[in-house]
Nanobody, 126 residues
Framework: QLQLVESGGGLVQAGGSLRLSCAASGRTFSMYAMGWFRQAPGKEREFVAVISWSGGSTYYADSVKGRFTISRDNAKNTAYLQMNSLKPYDTAVYYC???????????????????WGQGTPVTVSS
């Protein structure tokens, strides 16, 4: 089992920044691609960003491209999501997730991920 614990969420004004962390334990962190997803009230969980096991590849949802940055530190078993220029529609519970990528799998799909954290809430006020 891989355990994931998110932190860093909170209340911020529009235009502000937050840095989310996802601490992993239990298995070899560097085996996994790490994704960030979010779920707003009444909506489905949606893809935000993903980073490969090495950190060499990253992908973002169009809605956050240019504002959010995903990164990881395999020595610290931690993934990060730096969120800048936050907007009210970024308000959601943010989840990190882990997957060992398989050929043909999509890192953008919720169902592809094996492990999930409990989520950390982010509220952006206007």
């Amino acid at each position: 089992q891989l355990q994931l614990v998110e932190s860093g969420g909170g209340l911020v004004q529009a235009g502000g920044s937050l840095r989310l962390s996802c601490a992993a334990s239990g298995r070899t962190f560097s085996m996994y691609a790490m994704g960030w997803f979010r779920q707003a009230p009444g909506k489905e969980r949606e893809f935000v960003a993903v980073i490969s096991w090495s950190g060499g590849s990253t992908y973002y949802a169009d809605s956050v491209k240019g504002r959010f940055t995903i990164s990881r530190d395999n020595a610290k078993n931690t993934a990060y999501l730096q969120m800048n220029s936050l907007k009210p529609y970024d308000t959601a519970v943010y989840y990190c997730a882990a997957v060992v990528p398989l050929p043909g799998s999509s890192p953008f799909e919720v169902t592809e991920y094996d492990y999930w954290g409990q989520g950390t809430p982010v509220t952006v006020s206007s």
